[in-house]
């Protein structure tokens, strides 16, 4: 399994550089990392005594990948789950927050294992973690990258201004869904097909 650092650094890779999309609720970002988490976090990377968008374009690759590795992986205690859950939790904390847990916890249910869907990593979802696990060590995180593509796909459905999202132009697999199934195994990803059959009521 690649390090903590190296996964982090893959996470900056997907997150691109400065975004300012008025369609993304995070707001303008740099490598993933929103004006709302440098405020939340009280860091001011240009130490002129504000947090606006000039520290959100200073912020280097490397001090994103410091808070992502502090304050999404460390803090959150994705490192109490079964390491074959830990990339992609972690690639969808820093993309989703709270609800990379939910979509765990709610799979975690589904498979037999109930916690509450909380969005916190605690010893009940720490233990149905490791039961899901146990039971199911090949398929666990196939099944939480498929439910991570779901909640895309719903999240789109409901939100029209987020499917180019998960829709390319020309018809396509979006960013996030590609970025959902970098972690399934390829006999799960949808084909064209598949995927044009579920966008197929979208304008």
Known sequence: MLSVQEIAREIVAREGGFVDDPDDPGGVTNHGVTLHTLRRLGLDVTRDSRIDAA??????????????VEHYYTRTGIAALPEVLQPSVFDMYV?????????????LT??????????????????????????????????????RRN???????ARPASRKYARRRDGGKG??????????DRKYWL???QHQARVAGWE
Do not use: S
């Open 55 to 68: 520290d959100i374009r200073a912020l280097t690759a490397d001090q994103a990948v410091q808070i992502y």
């Open 175 to 184: 960013g996030w869904v590609l970025r959902a199934e970098t972690f399934i």
């Open 151 to 157: 909640y895309y796909y719903a999240l789109a459905d």
């Open 110 to 147: 589904q498979m037999g294992y109930p916690c509450d869907p909380d969005g916190q990593i605690g010893p009940q979802t720490i233990r149905a973690a490791q039961l899901a696990y146990d039971a199911a060590p090949a398929h666990l995180a196939d099944a939480y990258g498929i439910a």
């Open 95 to 107: 993309n989703a927050g709270g609800n990379a847990v939910k979509i765990l916890q709610r799979l």
């Open 191 to 193: 084909t064209d097909a």
